[in-house]
């Protein structure tokens, strides 16, 4: 069983920094396109990053495009989310997910394992 622990999360001011991180543990890594999604109270989880699985080609939307990096590290299992020039509205609750299939996919059905979820919060 995939088991996905997300960290970094925390409080920051508006125009500040972050960098979270998404630990995979109990599959193959490097078989999975991996995606950070967020979900702000109130509103659907949306997609944040994706990065496929062997060529790491990147995709955004257009709401953190030039903001946000999406990385991964196959030999230590992780994925990273860099948050940068953050804005009040990044607030939420930011969740990795993998799909074991390879795909890399930009809604919330196209991945299979998801993690707990670590609050990001931005003070304006």
């Known amino acids: 069983q995939v088991q996905l622990v997300e960290s970094g999360g925390g409080l920051v001011q508006a125009g500040g920094s972050l960098r979270l991180s998404c630990a995979s543990s109990?599959?193959?890594?490097?078989?999975?396109?991996m995606g950070w999604f967020r979900q702000a109270p109130g509103k659907e989880r949306e997609f944040v990053a994706a990065?496929?699985?062997?060529?790491?080609?990147?995709y955004y939307p257009n709401s953190v495009k030039e903001r946000f990096t999406i990385s991964r590290d196959n030999a230590k299992n992780t994925v990273y989310l860099q948050t940068n020039s953050l804005k009040p509205e990044d607030t939420a609750v930011y969740y990795c997910?993998?799909?074991?299939?390879?795909?890399?996919?930009?809604?919330?059905?196209?991945?299979?394992?998801w993690g707990q979820g670590t609050q990001v919060t931005v003070s304006s």
């Open positions: 997910a993998a799909n074991p299939r390879g795909r890399v996919g930009l809604s919330v059905r196209d991945y299979d394992y």
């Open positions: 990065i496929t699985l062997s060529d790491s080609r990147t």
């Open positions: 109990g599959g193959t890594f490097s078989n999975y396109a």
